[in-house]
T-cell receptor, first 114, second 115 residues
Framework: TQLLEQSPQFLSIQEGENLTVYCNSSSVFSSLQWYRQEPGEGPVLLVTVVTGGEVKKLKRLTFQFGDARKDSSLHITAAQPGDTGLYLCAGAKNYGGSQGNLIFGKGTKLSVKP | NAGVTQTPKFQVLKTGQSMTLQCAQDMNHEYMSWYRQDPGMGLRLIHYSVGAGITDQGEVPNGYNVSRSTTEDFPLRLLSAAPSQTSVYFC??????????????FGDGTRLSIL
């Protein structure tokens, strides 16, 4: 069972277009993190959202945490080729340890063409 | 800053062979974890550790062993490699566990092929 569903799985757009990536779950998470991964490298944290309804901005990227803390979205304004990469959402889940574990969505592979 | 260092970067094994994937971090992080990344599957947690001497299983632990004798090192052992273990393996570390909203710092991965 995939706890975090990301959509779309693939996205190919032209430079300058806007896009939104979604991360949905039937479970409540105490926080959600968004990572970006480039080919041949490990994921790098972009943002952590903690409070329901929270909106965070990182230059042209806007992250929102749903009011019920079950979903999140990433909106990119005027996409650039440098935004190309795999975007992953991740939520804290407990396999038994008190410190929790991260559960990742399957990712959205974004390609921005010049 | 070295961060999280994984070795080797690439490895090809034959079915049945064993090997150890190395992971070291120089940030004095207590929490360390191993993930595997397969096409269309995202990152799945194999094993994790909340401190030296303490390890536990994640979502897909079968066929893998871990130990944590020091804060810095968290090796992952494949006991008897199988083709299903062909994957890219990532090690990550953080100051605290995910419930503390700590960012995970990832290595650049080990690309493992089992023939």
């Amino acid at each position: 069972t995939q706890l975090l569903e990301q959509s779309p799985q693939f996205l190919s757009i032209q430079e300058g277009e806007n896009l939104t990536v979604y991360c949905n779950s039937s479970s409540v998470f105490s926080s959600l993190q968004w990572y970006r991964q480039e080919p041949g490298e490990g994921p790098v944290l972009l943002v952590t959202v903690v409070t329901g309804g929270e909106v965070k901005k990182l230059k042209r990227l806007t992250f929102q945490f749903g009011d019920a803390r079950k979903d999140s979205s990433l909106h990119i304004t005027a996409a650039q080729p440098g935004d190309t990469g795999l975007y992953l959402c991740a939520g804290a889940k407990n396999y038994g340890g008190s410190q929790g574990n991260l559960i990742f969505g399957k990712g959205t592979k974004l390609s921005v063409k010049p | 800053n070295a961060g999280v260092t994984q070795t080797p970067k690439f490895q090809v094994l034959k079915t049945g062979q064993s090997m150890t994937l190395q992971c070291a971090q120089d940030m004095n992080h207590e929490y360390m974890s191993w993930y595997r990344q397969d096409p269309g599957m995202g990152l799945r947690l194999i094993h994790y550790s909340v401190g030296a001497g303490i390890t536990d299983q994640g979502e897909v632990p079968n066929g893998y062993n871990v130990s944590r004798s020091t804060t810095e090192d968290f090796p992952l052992r494949l006991l008897s490699a199988a083709p299903s273990q062909t994957s890219v393996y990532f090690c990550a570390s953080s100051q605290g566990g995910p419930r503390g909203n700590q960012p995970q710092h990832f290595g650049d991965g080990t690309r493992l092929s089992i023939l």
